[in-house]
């Protein structure tokens, strides 16, 4: 059983994306979101990947620190 705590490559893996740093950066770097957009309202996400993002947050989840990190590096920052 793995006990570690889930990462941001792990959470891009779990949303069946490239997990690796230059696609997760390109990832970002395409996918900023303005402040009034939420990350689990933003429209790039399939409706299983939104699913799933709200859940872990909604539950303070096991994968909410790495949602929540996802969340910060696609807001700008000010």
Known sequence: MDLT???LEKL???LGLD???A????FV????LPDDVKLID????TPQ???FLKEELRDDA???PAVDELNALLHPQK
């Open 5 to 7: 705590p889930p990462t």
């Open 19 to 21: 997990a690796d740093q």
């Open 23 to 26: 696609s997760i950066d390109r």
């Open 29 to 32: 770097s395409e996918h900023q």
């Open 42 to 45: 933003a429209e790039f996400w």
């Open 62 to 64: 096991d994968w909410a």
């Open 12 to 14: 891009f893996e779990q």
């Open 49 to 51: 990947q939104a699913r």
